[in-house]
């Protein structure tokens, strides 16, 4: 079957979106929604594509990186936060595009702020922090409402002070059960690309090989150059959602 050029450049989106939140570990799909939102207005689309794939592609990283999962941490969310998934993931149905278009904007330029802090002026946690069950329920309200919550729990992750192959781990785990719980909440959008298997089959291959790419040049590629390309993208991507 034939792709359109849209579909393709969807496509080559999405697995350059995979291949940097690999190696960055933050801003792959809030940088899939703004560059996408070029192509395709109702960022509610690129949601369900990015959920759908998305899928495979924690399934495989959690499965790859499974012996460093922090199941306290885990045990948490599942009791703070998913339940808040869900809430935002319902609700996310009963906003307009525009006004979800203009959140994932604001989301973008608020995550673009908290980067600017300092690492030693960021907040630390502990597991018997009273501010962990709050930051958790945020998280997984603002998952669920907007679809990509993730540079919050990225901080929590950070301020839990996680070593690199727990923090990639107990993420990769986290993301997983936060989109199976979303992901059929945001099947309802009516759209020709929900039900275009071979162009859904392709992103689900892709974000797969993406990981796997992306993992490989984790070590190789300076994580500081993308980190700087991706706030860049973001930027700009904030900018043309929110106009």
Known sequence: MEFTTTELWLTLLHTAATIISSITGFGGMLLFFGLGSFLLPDVKVLLFLSAIS???????????????????????????????????????????????????????LLFLLSRSF??????????????????????????????????????????????KRAFVATLQLLFLISISIKGPFYYHVPSPYTDNLPLISLFIVLSILGSFIGKALNDRLSESFFQKLVITLLFISAINLLL
Do not use: C, E
């Not at 885990?74 to 278009?101: D, E, H, K, M, W």
């Open 54 to 108: 998305g899928w495979f592609k924690v399934l495989t990283s959690a499965y790859l990186f499974r012996a460093d999962i922090q199941w306290p941490i885990v045990r948490r969310t599942l009791l703070y936060g998913f339940p808040f998934t869900a809430v935002g993931a319902y609700l996310n149905g009963f906003i307009s595009s525009r006004l979800f278009q203009l959140l994932i904007g604001a989301f973008i």
């Open 118 to 163: 300092p690492p030693h002026r960021r907040p630390r946690l502990t597991l018997q922090s009273p501010a962990l069950a709050p930051s958790l329920g945020v998280w997984g309200f603002i998952s669920g409402l907007v679809g990509a919550g993730g540079p919050i729990i990225v901080a929590i992750m950070q301020a839990l002070s996680l070593p």
